[in-house]
């Protein structure tokens, strides 16, 4: 269970910054998870949930923002969303495409206090 050390490693950076601004307790993390990352939000909110016990984030709120996977034709500069398992181009069917976003975690905002 990968989402284990993804969120120890998050939670680490949200600490580190917080105790450098003076915060004391952190009240909610938001993260930004692209569809095609490889994580399952139960997953998430579970590793956070068991992870904050007894720190400073604990009864944080996980605010979890999904991001779509989108593809870049590199035929014709589309940008589009795959539909099912393929990644060809919607509009000209190429098959030579580039991930622009969806493969992306990371931290969006926190908030304490
Ligand atoms: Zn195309």
Redesign the pocket.
């Known amino acids: 269970m990968h989402e284990l050390s993804l969120i120890q490693n998050l939670l680490n950076i949200v600490m580190q910054s917080a105790s450098d601004n003076g915060i004391k307790k952190v009240s909610s993390v938001a993260l930004v998870v692209g569809e095609n990352y490889g994580v399952l939000p139960d997953a998430l909110d579970f590793a956070f949930h068991v992870l904050t016990q007894d720190t400073m984030c604990a009864g944080a709120a996980l605010v979890v923002q999904k991001k779509p996977l989108v593809l870049r034709?590199k035929?014709?500069?589309?940008e589009f969303s795959p539909q099912g398992a393929t990644c060809r181009?919607t509009?000209?069917?190429?098959f030579r495409t580039e991930v622009v976003s969806g493969r992306e975690l990371y931290i969006d905002y926190y908030e304490g206090e």
């Open positions: 034709c035929e014709c500069l589309a181009c509009y000209c069917q190429a």
